[in-house]
C-alpha cells in the first residue's frame, strides 16, 4: 500500500511539475508575442520615417539639381502617383 502511495505522489509531483513549466511557457509565450508586436510596431515605424527621408532627399536633389536621369524617372513617377491620387480624391469629393 505504501508504494502504491509513493507512486501516486510521485505521479503527483511531476504532474505539478509539469504545470508550472506549462505555465511558465505560457507566460514566456505571451512575452514573447508583445515583444514581437512592440517589435513590429517599431519596425513599420522607422519603414515609414525611411520613406519619409527618402523623399525629403529626393526633394532636395530635385531643388538643387542634382538629380541623375535615372533619379529624374523615379521622381516623376512618383509626382505623377501624386497627382493622381489628388485628382482620384478631387473626383470622390466631386460627386
Known sequence: MAE???NIKRINDKLQ???RQYNQLLKDNER???????LQETKDQNTQTIATLQQQADILKASTGQMNASDKKAFEKHINQYIKEIDKCIGLLSE
Do not use: A, D, N
Not at 32 to 38: C, G, P, T
Open 4 to 6: 502504491l502511495e509513493s
Open 32 to 38: 514573447q508575442s508583445r515583444l514581437i508586436k512592440e
Open 17 to 19: 511539475k509539469l504545470l
